[in-house]
Structures are given as C-alpha cells and as structure tokens.
C-alpha cells in the first residue's frame, strides 16, 4: 500500500512539472530584438542644405532617443547634419542593444535648376471681387481681361519660347459653347460664339516647333459630335472623327516629331488617332491625357468602370495598365513620362485617417506605385503632373482642409504650396514648369 501511494506521488510531481513546463509564459521581447528604421526630412538637396532624421523602433512604431547617426561610416552629433559634398551618401542609426537601421541614400545635388512653376486654374480676383479664371507664375496671380471672362473656363496650358498658351472654352448655356485659345494675352476665337449651332470646347493644347495644336470638340447637325483639333487658329478645324452625341469627346493632342497624336472617346468607346489612323483602347474608360515617349510609345490616362466602383488605369500602345485598388473610386486625369517612368496624377477614395468613412486622397503613380500627397483627413485631388530632371510637380484642389475653403493647390516633391487666397474658393487644373532663362 504504501508503495502504491508512493507511485502515485512520484507520477503526480511529474506530470505537475510537465503542466508547469508547457504554460510557461513566453517571455518579454528583449530590446536586441528590435530593429531601428531610420527616416530623413529630405533626401534630394542641395549642397549646404540641412536634413533631419528620426528614429523609432521598427516592431513598436516609438521613438528612439540617443541613436548615433553614420554617414558613409563617420559618426555625427545628433540628429541633423548640413551635408556640404556633392553625391550620394549612405547614413544608418545605430544603439546599443538594437539591430542596426536599413541605410537611408541622400543625394546632395551641386545646383538645383532654377525653374518657373505655371499653374492654371480659377481663383479670386481682387480688381473685379470675384472669381475669375487666371494662371499662376510661381504662386502669382495672372489675369486677362476680356469682356467675358465670367463665362470662360481654362482646361489646358503649355509654356513654349516664353509664350504662354491656355486653351478653354466659353459656355453660354448647356448648348451653347464656343473654343478659343490664348497666346499670352491676345485671344484667338477658334469658334464663332454668336453661332447658336456652332458648339465647340478646346479641351487641350500644345505647342511644335513654333506651331499651335489645340484639340476639342464641334458638334454637327443630327445629334453627332466631331473629334477635331485647330492648327495655327485655322477657321475650319482638321476632323479626326466623328461619333454620337453624348458618347462622343473628351479630345487630347501631343505632337512627336511630324506625328500628330489625338486621344478620345469615339461613340463610347476609347480611341486614339496617329495622323488620323485610329488605334482602339483595351477596354473601356475615359480618356484625360496623353504623352508620347522619346521612344515613341503612347500613353494615355484615363479611367472606366470595374462594376459599381470607377477605377483609375492608363494605356500603354493600346494596352490598359490597371492602376486603382478596385476597393474605392479612383481617376487617373494626366500622364506624364520622363526617362521611361510613367507617372500619372489622380485621386484614389481610401479609408480615413481616423478609421471611420472615407475620403479622396490626392495622389500620383509612379511605374504603378501610388505616392500619397495628402494626409487621408480632409478631400483632396490631383488634376495635372508635371517632371522636370526627376521632380515631380502635381496640381490639383484641397476640399477644405483647416477650415478654409476649396483651395488651389500645388505639390513640389510632396511640398504642399497653396495657390488661391485663403478666404476664396480656387481650383488648379493644369500645372507646366520650365527652366528660368539665364540673363
């Protein structure tokens, strides 16, 4: 007996020891298990510039005091440094008892090109007390004066051999509209506006070699719509084609070399025209923009429907490019490629920064990775991009951010910069920016 109890002490200790071994609780993370991420202020400059960095733990998202910073190998004080040498540098943070920080690239540039930033759009009027359509040189307003402003609506710009050209239309009523374009201030009609049956809208501009290209809309008898574009403010426009009112326009022009390249929808269906041969869209959608590469390959953004929900995508020779999440609406309204990456300015709808709803977020693609340049708190869109040696430069409107009203806006590298007056509502439609001439 006393044997038998003896056993059943020595089975329960163990199988107690064994209970205690399994739930045994996991222990703490230790700090040599985290890593540090290391972030900077800027990371283009210009030689002389300052850049500040910040430090946090990786898995914990807190900040780390006290990190020693590296750059390319040499330690610096604290958390900021003017970096004086022209390249690229490779800095990294480091602490006792974390892993090291992925490195952090800064490229100190020698010079930045000066460069003239236009922006157009809407905005108010101070002269007159109220709102007029005008463009800004580098956040300067510039108006000009005719005796129907009121009535007019500026779509596209481009700046060529210091002449500013702005393409637009006049609307009278729903059915009545008439085409113009500006060259710095003086107005050319492409339209006759005292033509009741004479309806045109130049939605688009560009300049070739000294030569004017503006393409638009005019629309025939019978319920048809014509595609056409304006050379040199020819009277009668050059057709391109003709399709039904209603699913036919939203016409776009580039020239390359001697090749004119027009983008639209033709009786709902996206098209483009090489010298007038048409080229079929994959798809369907809405086309906003065009851009033609060195290489000689056609993009063109636009957007269509995936079920109830719009989805932002541009065109590559034809083929469509996917570019929204499918999970909210999102428009793709201008393309623009430099050195063979494409990047395209929109908006996409996300989920708030607070969790709860959602909101428009302002935003452009660059070879198909979506770069936010809003916070996700307040409506914002992009309308217009610009690059300019790897710049990036988007236009567009903030819904009302702090309070204020609909405003004018321009992002330089992700640099917030408002355009219209703070008490007034404004818009930016297009955005172009050259290198300022040397004296």
């Not at 010298?275 to 851009?291: C, P, Q, R, Y």
Request: hydrophobic share 35%; glycine share 10%.
């Amino acid at each position: 007996m006393k044997k038998l109890i003896a056993n059943t002490l020595l089975l329960t200790v163990v199988w107690f020891c064994a209970c205690s071994e399994e739930q045994k609780p996991a222990p703490p993370v230790e700090e040599e298990d985290l890593t540090l991420q290391l972030s900077a202020s800027e990371t283009t400059v210009m030689a002389s510039s300052t850049v500040t960095f910040k430090v946090i733990a990786m898995e914990t998202q807190q900040t780390v005091s006290g990190a020693d910073i590296y750059i390319d190998g040499n330690k610096i004080n604290g958390y900021q440094h003017v970096f004086d040498e022209v390249g690229t540098q490779s800095v990294v943070a480091k602490i006792q008892g974390y892993r090291d920080s992925e490195p952090v690239t800064i490229t100190v540039l020698d010079q930045m090109a000066e460069v003239d930033v236009y922006v157009l759009g809407g905005g108010y009027d101070e002269g007159s007390g109220g709102s007029r359509p005008l463009y800004w040189k580098n956040g300067e307003p510039a108006i000009y004066s005719h005796e129907s402003s009121e009535n007019m609506i500026y779509n596209k710009m481009v700046v060529a051999d210091n002449q500013v050209y702005i393409a637009g239309e006049r609307q009278f009523t729903r059915a009545i509209a008439s085409a113009f374009y500006w060259e710095n201030d003086t107005y050319v009609e492409l339209s006759d506006p005292n033509d009741s049956d004479d309806y045109a809208i130049a939605y688009d501009i560009c300049v070739s070699e000294g030569d004017v290209y503006v393409a638009g809309i005019k629309a025939k008898t019978n319920n048809m719509m014509d595609i056409v574009y304006w050379e040199n403010s020819g009277e009668s426009p050059v057709h391109v084609a003709s399709g039904t009112l209603g699913q036919t326009g939203n016409s776009v022009v580039t020239v390359s070399g001697d090749d004119v390249y027009v983008a639209g929808v033709l009786n709902a269906a996206p098209t483009y025209w090489k010298n007038g041969e048409a080229v079929s869209l994959e798809g369907t959608g809405t086309v906003t923009d065009i851009a033609v590469s060195d290489q000689g390959d056609v993009y063109i953004s636009g957007h269509g429907s995936n079920g109830n929900v719009t989805v932002a995508k541009y065109w590559k020779n034809g083929q469509e490019v996917i570019l929204g999440t499918g999970e909210g609406d999102s428009e793709a309204r201008a393309v623009f490629v430099e050195n063979g990456d494409v990047y395209v300015a929109g908006y996409e709808k996300v989920l708030h920064k607070s969790g709860t709803g959602t909101v428009n977020v302002a935003r452009y693609w660059k070879n198909g990775e979506a770069v936010d340049l809003t916070d996700r708190l307040y409506r914002a869109e992009a309308n217009a991009i610009f690059v300019l040696d790897g710049k990036v430069y988007v236009a567009g409107i903030d819904f009302g951010s702090s309070g204020k009203p609909v405003a004018a806006m321009y992002w330089e590298n992700g640099k917030a910069i408002q355009l219209s007056h703070d008490d007034h509502r404004g818009h930016a439609a297009d955005i172009f920016v050259v290198k300022r001439t040397q004296d």
